[in-house]
């Protein structure tokens, strides 16, 4: 196990100069991955104790509860019902409006780093083929060099210069599939958060205002 890992990282090693930039942006890749996990999780976890509290206080008519909900949780939904609440007594399209514009701002800090993610994803191969060319352009003058002095380069050493310069184009291939799979996994958490988000302002904006109906009601009955 030893001899192979130490055989493994010395092959990384002839890699090329590309092979830092490469190693930096799988730690980058990883380093944005598990921040948008904990992240997401975080939200997710927010929005399971928020919803049923938040609901239950707006279909109650207990409207400071409701508020004190979403001022502890302002993490995501909590933004996006308090601005709903903040234009309760208001028309449907005013409410959902200013709820959607909440979101707007929840959803950009959800999207924040995908595109940095989307980035490596691209990045990494191409950077892995760059290594890859030059490696090759080397070798292939020092294959002319050495034939115009009349002391051509062997089948071993040529092989040894190409297999060393197909290492980097190997890491960038590993490295942009890891990126990819943290990209599609972070993405499709996202867009699920994103559908709760619309789903959560559409049943907010239906319940408020059923309340502010039946309080109008109940103030028009009043003598």
């Given at each position: 196990m030893t001899v192979t890992f130490i055989n493994a990282w010395g092959i990384l090693l002839k890699g090329g100069p590309m092979m830092g930039p490469i190693f930096l942006l799988s730690l980058l890749a990883i380093t944005v991955g598990i921040?948008?996990?904990l992240f997401l999780s975080t939200i997710d976890r927010n929005i399971k104790k928020f919803k049923p509290v938040f609901f239950k206080a707006v279909k109650a008519n207990r409207m400071?509860?409701?508020?004190?909900a979403c001022e502890e949780n302002p993490?995501?939904?909590?933004?996006?019902?308090?601005?709903g609440l903040m234009k309760y007594g208001s028309s449907m399209d005013l409410i959902k409006a200013s709820m959607e514009q909440a979101a707007g701002f929840e959803i950009y800090a959800l999207k924040q780093r995908l595109n940095l993610l989307a980035f490596i994803v691209n990045a990494a191969p191409l950077l892995g083929l760059l290594g890859t060319t030059?490696?090759?352009?080397?070798?292939?003058?020092a294959v002319q060099m050495r034939s115009n002095a009349l002391n051509p380069l062997s089948l071993g050493d040529m092989s040894s210069g190409i297999w060393q310069a197909l290492v980097t184009t190997s890491a960038g291939l590993l490295v942009g599939i890891i990126s990819f799979a943290i990209y599609s996994f972070t993405a499709s958490r996202v867009n699920d958060v994103i559908v709760i988000f619309e789903q959560t302002i559409s049943e907010s904006v239906g319940v408020l205002q059923a309340v502010s109906e039946l309080d109008h009601q109940e103030e028009s009955v009043e003598p």
């Open positions: 921040e948008k996990f400071k509860d409701a508020l004190s993490l995501g939904l909590g933004n996006i019902c308090k601005a030059t490696a090759l352009c080397v070798v292939f003058h």
